[in-house]
């Protein structure tokens, strides 16, 4: 019976894979966002795929909520599960959310401080993949995790001062003579910034998560 009763309970490894599947969700997401701020005709395209990665994602957060509830032993303690979990889930959310506003405004060309913010989400979230994995033995890979999350928390500062460079370019730009390109382009920076701070969100919880267990 308690053979049985183990087979049918989710286990320990679950959770990490399911953390593993969804920053695959976020890595996806991130590539596809900074191939659309090239821009042009494969725009439309590249917004429907981060939509569906994070359709795809939110499955994965809703097995994992699932999956807390259904378990006795977890690998670390349940708030910290559901927190980085609806963490990466919000990274992703803002992603499809940049997405949603390039597709109202019918974008199709975007500024250079954009595709440089671009790049540091996906160095980000290639970060969070890359970090995420050490979970499952977080003491012995505690130096290189504070490292990845650490860098994270340098591009999210970096990305703060191309939002600022590309807003200054864009209202001594095209703001000058069209208030509304301005709005929509505004309106992109402070989209992709968001990204940057919720993939910043998921490095602190990580590294909070590590330091409970160190």
Request: contains cysteine; negative net charge; glycine residues 4%.
């Amino acid at each position: 019976m308690f053979e049985l009763f183990k087979k049918i309970m989710p286990r320990e490894e679950a959770f990490f894979d399911l953390f593993e599947a969804h920053a695959a969700c976020v890595q996806n997401g991130a590539v596809a966002l900074r191939q659309l701020l090239e821009g042009g005709k494969e725009v439309p395209h590249l917004c429907a795929r981060i939509s569906e990665e994070e359709t795809k994602a939110d499955a994965i957060s809703h097995e994992v909520l699932q999956a807390i509830r259904k378990s006795f032993v977890t690998p670390f303690d349940r708030s910290d599960i559901q927190g980085l979990i609806t963490a990466m889930d919000d990274a992703l959310d803002q992603m499809n959310k940049t997405a949603k506003t390039i597709t109202l405004f019918d974008v199709t060309t975007f500024e250079d401080p954009m595709r440089e913010m671009g790049d540091l989400i996906v160095r980000s979230a290639d970060q969070t993949a890359k970090a995420v994995p050490m979970l499952r033995a977080m003491k012995t890979h505690a130096t290189a995790m504070l490292k990845a999350t650490g860098d994270i928390v340098q591009m999210e500062e970096e990305s703060d001062r191309m939002q600022e460079k590309g807003l200054k370019e864009l209202y001594k730009g095209v703001g000058r003579k069209d208030a509304m390109a301005f709005i929509i382009g505004s309106q992109i920076y402070e989209h992709l910034e968001k990204v940057s701070d919720r993939l910043e969100d998921v490095a602190n919880t990580l590294s909070s998560i590590l330091v409970e267990h160190l």
